[in-house]
């Protein structure tokens, strides 16, 4: 009688662990499947980044590349699918830039020039952005915790820019409304070597 009651002792302990592990197993998928919704990155104006967060991964730091394309020298090159900007040098080489993107919804193709160039822009989030995010502000003057970052590029007569960012983990991410970022030390380089006029082509898919 008594190695039957320590065998269904044992059988009921055993049941015990095997449902806890289940829960818990059960638990963590949850965890991870909301994870997505919460992993958001939100503006955050005010915001100003330690120095040494704008050194990004070697991916991603601006260098002389290998790229053949048939634009003319000069030209800036947007791959969104890519997460990199090209200025044509010619010869088949191109500076590359990395850059946070628009997120789903956002991402757009075409052709466009540079209209005009800002160094420490404004901040005026459209209509649109404040019914996403009340608590942005309406106006933020320029400076370094501003989102739109130490320059800012405007494509044609569009809402979209090419600027800096308080943010630069956002690089390679897909986190923008449209607008392409790079960190300031890359978006000022941008600027001192493009003038108004200059060619931006936007390809959301890899050019084959």
Do not use: H, N
């Given at each position: 009688m008594g190695l039957a009651i320590r065998k269904a002792v044992t059988i009921g302990v055993l049941l015990s662990i095997l449902i806890a592990l289940a829960v818990l197993t059960d638990a963590r998928a949850q965890r991870f499947q909301a994870a997505p919704e919460t992993m958001q990155i939100e503006d955050q104006?005010?915001?100003?980044?330690?120095?040494?967060?704008?050194?990004?991964?070697?991916?991603?730091?601006?260098?002389?590349?290998?790229?053949?394309?048939?634009?003319?020298?000069?030209?800036?090159?947007?791959?969104?699918?890519?997460?990199?900007l090209y200025v044509v040098q010619g010869n088949n080489r191109a500076i590359r830039y990395g850059i946070g993107v628009g997120r789903e919804g956002f991402q757009w193709s075409g052709l466009l020039k540079i209209s005009r160039k800002a160094e420490w822009p404004d901040w005026v989030p459209p209509p649109e952005m404040i019914a996403r995010q009340p608590y942005l502000p309406r106006f933020m003057a320029g400076g370094p915790g501003n989102p739109l970052g130490a320059r800012a590029l405007y494509l044609g007569n569009t809402v979209y820019r090419i600027h800096g960012t308080n943010q630069p983990q956002t690089i390679g991410q897909t986190v923008s409304s449209g607008c392409f970022r790079l960190v300031n030390p890359d978006v000022i380089d941008l600027f001192d070597r493009i003038p108004v006029g200059t060619k931006v082509v936007v390809h959301q898919t890899p050019d084959m």
């Open positions: 104006p005010g915001y100003v980044p330690d120095p040494s967060a704008e050194r990004l991964p070697a991916t991603y730091q601006r260098q002389a590349v290998f790229y053949r394309t048939t634009e003319a020298p000069g030209t800036v090159i947007v791959q969104t699918s890519e997460r990199f």
